[in-house]
């Protein structure tokens, strides 16, 4: 049995699947948080608290890492970690500090740092060789301006260190790119209390399918899963609508997507970590969008799951404890796996889901997921928008995704609309 450290996690679905793979592997955990309400406001409405399987919960300045760790090698001394982890992509670097500090499996902290903070990434993958699009990093509206006539519009503005497509925009001009430099500037902190890094990162603008590459590294080697397709839409925003795994691919697409984000993640000198890495399939060839390391959100660990019964978050476990990871696929019956995701197109509040009762009906469906009525809504901009989710399992090709999408079309959200207060 092993002894694992988890500092902060996600609300969403990793918040259930981590402890849950962590108490179906034989081993425990010890809960790290600056803000245990921040978990409880989000309990869930049915089932048990996932934190409830912890064998302790600290509560601990988790932005003040400098404090932070020698707190962490007292805590060690006494309860003895084999391990540390975390689900949420804004204290992966904090992990791999204290898991350096304590002499624990990791990655290196300088390589997590690199992989997280999407400037350095680009300039570690540009140095590789490793393709991308051309960009710049820049300081101020006027610097950004210069290179956007460098670049060229349309062009994609982006934080440097947000997550879950926040603050990611498309611009066309140079007003376009005035308005999306100002709400970055306006967003100087991010939704965990951390200060972001105040400089835009442009983009050229790819085209082409986006997909994503789920792999496991240990040993020095990246052991590639599975490919897996997405659905981009919301623009000029970058919202994921939907993914299938795996990916209907040509094989050789899905092997230079694959050779791709192996590159990235070599280049990024990741290893004992699982990645979720994005790819464009542009006319030129593969192209990196970015290296998340840790498994993928969205719930494609559990489309993973379905089609080869691998547990993307049961091998994160494994190497943060330095253990090697059962990647071995199995049959499951299930040749593809999808999930749409029901977002809302207007501003109010959500009185109900018609359609609901018949869709859950249907064999194809996994899983149907949905906000409950009273939740107040707009237009989403981000992943954060979600009304809910269907998943679906095709056992005999890959239709799954054709099913998911039928099905979230049958789904009617019903608004009463925001109330404008006039002067």
Excluded at 252 to 265: G, K, N, Q
Excluded at 308 to 335: H, M, N, W, Y
């Amino acid at each position: 049995m092993g002894h694992l450290l988890v500092v902060e996690s996600w609300v969403g679905s990793m918040s259930r699947l981590l402890p849950r793979a962590i108490r179906e592997s034989g081993h425990e955990f010890t809960f790290v948080t600056r803000d245990l309400h921040h978990y409880l406001r989000a309990a869930p409405a049915d089932g048990t608290h996932p934190l409830l399987a912890a064998r302790n919960i600290i509560t601990a300045d988790t932005n003040d890492v400098d404090a932070l760790l020698p707190h962490l090698e007292r805590l060690h001394a006494v309860l003895g970690f084999d391990g540390v982890l975390s689900s949420c992509d804004y204290y992966l670097p904090a992990v791999a500090r204290i898991a350096e500090r304590l002499g624990l499996p990791g990655p290196a902290a300088g390589a997590v740092e690199g992989a997280c903070r999407k400037d350095l990434s680009r300039e570690i993958l540009a140095e590789a060789g490793v393709p991308g699009p051309r960009f710049a990093v820049c300081a101020d509206p006027v610097e950004a301006a210069a290179a956007a006539r460098e670049i060229g519009y349309p062009l994609v503005v982006k934080p440097v260190d947000l997550c879950a497509g926040m603050l990611v925009r498309e611009v066309r001009d140079d007003r376009e790119l005035g308005d999306a430099c100002r709400a970055l500037t306006e967003f100087p902190v991010n939704a965990r209390g951390q200060d972001r890094t105040p400089v835009f990162l442009l983009e050229e603008l790819l085209t082409g399918p986006e997909v994503s590459v789920e792999t496991v590294s240990f040993g020095g080697t990246a052991h590639v899963v599975g490919v897996t397709d997405k659905s981009i839409g919301g623009a000029p925003a970058f919202i994921e609508t939907g993914h299938m795994f795996p990916a209907a691919l040509a094989p050789a697409e899905a092997a230079a997507a694959s050779d791709t984000a192996v590159a990235a993640i070599k280049a990024l000198g990741l290893d004992d970590v699982v990645c979720h890495t994005e790819i464009k399939l542009t006319a030129d060839g593969p192209r990196v969008v970015e290296v998340n390391p840790r498994p993928a959100g969205n719930r494609i660990t559990e489309l993973v799951r379905h089609v080869t019964g691998i547990e993307l978050a049961a091998a994160a476990v494994d190497v943060a404890l330095g253990r090697t990871p059962e990647l071995a696929s199995r049959r499951t019956g299930v040749q593809s796996a999808a999930i749409a995701f029901l977002l809302p197109d207007t501003a109010g509040t959500l009185t109900a889901i018609e359609g609901a009762d018949q869709v859950r009906e249907r064999p194809e469906v996994r899983e149907l997921t949905l906000a409950e009525p009273g939740r107040s809504v707009r237009p989403a901009t981000s992943n954060n928008e979600y009304l809910g989710h269907i998943m679906t399992a095709d056992t005999a090709g890959s239709g799954a995704r054709v099913t998911a999408e039928s099905l979230l079309a049958q789904l009617r959200p019903c608004y009463e609309p925001s109330q404008e207060v006039t002067a």
